[in-house]
């Protein structure tokens, strides 16, 4: 279903606000004002555990401009396809893509009624190119691939970006499969952007946050870089590898990105072709 389905505006009514959702807590860490007192309440709670949760949120946006800027003018990609979008948050993917190569085509996907909600902020691109929103679900990688390809030309290479979602897609639900399904449909010269939590790095407070989410009712998995990096096999990874998001290519960093201060950044980043 897209933005423009009139199906979707039937969604859009749909949005509980008395449970805590992975979409508007995010954009609390981030500073947003699209988010309700529940989800207020988890990330202030997820802050007090693991005090570096709004500074990985920050780090993961700024991962996300770093590598679709690379995308798009070092590697030519002219069409992206962004599930697990999130709330807009300026910058936008598209807005990144679309400033190197205004003719790029971007879908943008999510399953959260919010970001439905707020789909006309996505949409808003370049002339040349195109933006569309599509609400579904990434535990169904076939049917977001039908709508995507009435957009992208899937017999061209695509930017396949999966930033911060994975961690809220358990193996038994299929992440494997997913991640498959999606990258066996890219041709050669396609790249895929993942990011995911990690525990590696500082084991207890991640887990204590994990908890936290849990008793808010979100189900949250972190990975250890052996794990994550199974994600990329079959695909070649570009320097420097599967990184903490924040040690990911800094020398492509933008003005938008301001000091984290000390301290790890728990999620692991990698960007690869399908060769
Ligand atoms: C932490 S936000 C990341 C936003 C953006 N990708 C970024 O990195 O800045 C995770 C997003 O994934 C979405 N999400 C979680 N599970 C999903 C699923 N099964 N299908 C589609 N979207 C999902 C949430 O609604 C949320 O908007």
Redesign the pocket.
């Known amino acids: 279903m897209t933005a423009t389905d009139p199906a979707a505006q039937r969604v859009d009514s749909t949005i509980d606000t008395t449970r805590p ?3 508007r807590v ?1 954009d609390w860490f981030l500073g947003g004002k699209d988010n309700y007192p529940v989800d207020e309440e988890l990330g202030r709670r997820i802050t007090a555990i693991e005090a570096g949760a709004p500074r990985a ?1 920050r780090a ?2 700024a991962f ?1 401009r770093r590598a679709t800027r690379l995308l798009a003018r070092e590697r030519g990609i002219r069409q992206f396809l ?6 807009p ?1 300026e910058p936008n993917l598209h807005q990144v893509a679309q400033s190197a190569a205004p003719d790029a085509r971007v879908v943008y ?4 009624p919010i ?1 439905l909600a707020h789909a006309h902020a996505l949409l808003r691109g370049t002339a040349e190119g195109v933006t569309e929103y599509v609400q ?4 169904e990688p076939r049917a977001i691939l039908e709508q995507a390809a009435r957009v992208l030309d899937f017999g061209r290479p695509v930017a396949l ?1 999966l ?3 994975l961690h ?2 358990a193996d038994e639900d299929g992440a494997r499969d997913l991640v498959d399904t999606l990258t066996d449909a890219l041709v050669p010269g396609s790249c895929v952007v993942m ?1 995911m939590m990690t525990a590696d790095l500082e084991p207890e407070n991640v887990h204590r946050g994990i908890a936290a989410y849990a008793a808010g009712g979100v189900t949250l998995v972190a990975r250890s870089h052996g794990e994550v990096s199974r994600f990329f096999t079959g695909l070649e990874l570009l320097d420097p590898g599967i990184v903490s998001v924040a040690d990911w290519r800094p020398e492509l960093a933008d003005d938008f990105e301001a000091d984290l201060g000390p301290g790890p950044i728990s999620l692991y980043g990698g960007v690869a072709v399908r060769r």
């Open positions: 959702h992975p979409a995010y949120a993961n946006r996300m962004d599930i697990g979008t999130g709330i948050t996907v999510d399953n959260d970001v579904a679900d990434a535990r970006s930033i911060a979602l809220f897609v990011s």
